[in-house]
């Protein structure tokens, strides 16, 4: 990122193996600097509210786990802008 980049009212959305899924809104007028990174804790995770480099979801004790889980951000106009899909393969032993 080259530029600061306003993430007011976007959208993280973290889909748990095609069943619950996890929304947090990132309060409005947050801008995210150029160059600088964001952390977005689940509450009694341990994070401190020091917006914009980090947030606390109040909304969620855990960002949840599970096999296959998909993350994506949204902006305010409902665009997906990014997207992390994480698998989980099982080895036997």
Excluded: C
Excluded at 3 to 13: A, F, I, M, R, V
Excluded at 67 to 75: C, D, E, H
């Amino acid at each position: 990122m080259f530029q600061d980049e306003n993430l007011g009212e976007h959208k993280l959305k973290r889909k748990l193996d095609k069943g619950r899924e996890i929304v947090f809104t990132i309060p409005a007028n947050t801008t995210l600097k150029a160059g600088k990174t964001m952390k977005i804790y689940a509450r009694d995770q341990g994070g401190v509210n020091n917006p914009p480099e980090s947030l606390v979801f109040e909304g969620e004790n855990t960002w949840g786990i599970g096999a296959n889980v998909v993350t994506s951000l949204y902006n305010k106009e409902g665009e997906e802008r990014a997207t992390h899909t994480q698998k989980t393969i099982q080895t036997g032993v």
